[in-house]
C-alpha cells in the first residue's frame, strides 16, 4: 500500500508557469507579465552584497523589510507580513480559514492559483460571471452561501486586465458577512493610473476581515527571487505568523526587496513606460482588427474570436522568437495574453502580428 493523499489533491490541475525559451538563437519573452526593465540597479548591487552571508539564516521576522515596505506606503509594519512570494500568503490565508464543506468564491477568470489553493484547503470553488472580461460584484454577491468563507478579487485582474474601482471593492465587502474574508491581490498596483483605483490598504483599515496582497515580482522585477507581502488587521496577521515558515523570505531576497523598494523614481519610469507602449500596442492590435480588451496592468489581452485564431497567431509569434501566454485553462482559449516589454519588443509584436493579420501573396 502506498500513501494516499486527500482525494481532492489529485482533482488540482498543476500551476503552469509561462514559457521561458524556444529553439533559436533569440528569445523575447512576454509571457509571465515580469517587470520590463528586470530588477533595480540598487537591487542587484545589494542581492551580490549578500553572497557573504549566504551561510546566516534570514532574519525570520522581516523586520527591516516590513519596515520598508510600511515607510514606502505609509502602512504600520506591524500588520504587515511577508511571504515567499505572494502566491505563499495565498496559500496560507486560504488554509488558514477554510477547509472541508467550506466554499471559496472567485471570478470566472480570475487567477487560476486561487482554485488551486481552494482545493488543496478540501473546499468548493464557485466561480462568478465576468460580463464584458470585468469582474462583477453584483455576480460575486450572487454566489454567496452559508459555507462561503473566503473570497478572492485580483484587481488588476490577470489575465483580463480589468480593474475595480475603490468604490466597487467597497461595495463588494459591504456586501459579504462579517466572517467571510476578502481577499484583495492587487499584484499590479503599482502599474494603475486610474484615480478611482484602490489598492486595498482602505479597506483593510476600515474593517477586520480584509486582507491586501502585494508582490516584488512585477514592477520591481524580483520574480526570480520570490517576495510577496500583505497587509491585514493584526488578528490575521497572528494567524499568518503562526502557520507561515519561519524563514520564507530569504537573506538575499530580503536585501534585495529593500533596495528595490527605495531605487529613486523607478516605479514612475516604470508605470511611465508601460502606460505608453500598452496603449501603443493595443492601438497597433486594434488597427489591425484584433480585440484589444481594457487593461490596468502591464500586459494586454489580446482577442483572436476563435481557439483555433489564437493557436495560429501564437504559432506566429513563436515563429518570431516571440513567447506570449495562452490563458485556455483560464477558460480563454481564444485569447492571448501579451506582457508589455521594452519598446524594442513591443515593436517586434507589432510588426509580427502585422505580418500575421495581413499576410504577403
Known amino acids: 500500500m502506498m500513501p494516499r493523499p486527500r482525494p481532492e489533491i489529485l482533482d488540482i490541475a498543476p500551476y503552469v508557469p509561462g514559457e521561458s525559451k524556444l529553439d533559436g538563437n533569440r528569445t523575447i519573452k512576454l509571457s509571465s507579465n515580469e517587470g520590463a526593465f528586470g530588477p533595480p540597479p540598487g537591487a542587484m548591487a545589494a542581492y551580490h552584497a549578500a553572497a ?3 551561510h546566516r539564516y534570514p532574519d525570520g521576522g522581516t523586520v527591516a523589510l516590513r519596515e520598508a515596505i510600511g515607510a514606502r506606503f505609509g502602512l504600520d509594519p506591524k500588520r504587515i507580513v511577508c511571504g515567499n512570494g505572494s502566491d505563499d500568503l495565498l496559500q496560507q490565508l486560504t488554509l488558514s480559514y477554510c477547509g472541508h464543506g467550506d466554499e471559496v468564491i472567485m471570478s470566472t477568470h ?4 486561487y482554485q488551486i489553493v481552494g482545493q488543496y484547503a478540501g473546499a468548493v470553488v464557485r466561480k462568478a460571471p465576468e460580463p464584458d472580461m470585468r469582474t462583477d460584484v453584483d455576480a460575486m454577491l450572487a454566489q454567496l452561501a452559508p459555507a462561503t468563507r473566503v473570497v478572492f478579487v485580483a484587481n488588476p485582474n490577470n489575465p483580463t486586465g480589468s480593474m475595480l474601482t475603490g468604490r466597487e471593492l467597497a461595495r463588494l465587502r ?10 484583495v491581490d492587487a499584484a499590479y498596483a503599482e502599474y494603475v493610473e486610474d484615480i478611482e483605483y484602490e489598492a486595498g490598504a482602505r479597506l483593510v483599515d476600515a474593517a477586520a476581515n480584509t486582507v491586501m496582497t502585494r508582490t516584488f515580482s512585477k514592477m520591481f522585477g524580483l520574480g526570480g527571487i520570490r517576495v510577496g507581502w500583505c497587509y491585514a488587521p493584526e488578528a490575521i496577521v497572528d494567524v499568518l505568523n503562526r502557520v507561515r515558515g519561519p524563514f520564507n523570505v530569504s537573506l538575499p531576497a530580503q536585501a534585495a526587496a529593500i533596495a528595490a523598494i527605495a531605487e ?3 516605479v514612475e519610469a516604470g508605470r511611465a513606460h508601460n502606460t505608453r507602449w500598452r ?3 493595443g492601438g497597433q492590435l486594434t488597427a489591425l482588427g484584433i480585440k484589444v480588451w481594457p487593461s490596468a496592468g502591464n500586459f494586454i489581452l489580446a482577442d483572436f474570436a476563435s481557439a483555433e485564431g489564437a493557436r495560429a497567431a501564437d504559432a506566429h509569434l513563436r515563429a518570431h522568437g516571440i513567447i506570449v501566454r495562452g490563458v485556455t485553462g483560464y477558460g480563454l482559449p481564444q485569447a492571448l495574453r501579451i506582457t508589455i516589454g521594452t519598446e524594442e519588443e513591443c515593436r517586434a509584436v507589432a510588426t509580427a502580428m502585422a505580418e500575421f493579420a495581413m499576410p504577403s501573396g
Do not use: I
Open 110 to 113: 480570475g487567477f487560476v492559483y
Open 264 to 266: 529613486p523614481g523607478w
Open 174 to 183: 459591504a456586501g459579504l458577512p462579517e466572517e467571510v474574508l476578502l481577499v
Open 52 to 54: 557573504a552571508d549566504l
Open 279 to 281: 496603449d501603443w500596442l
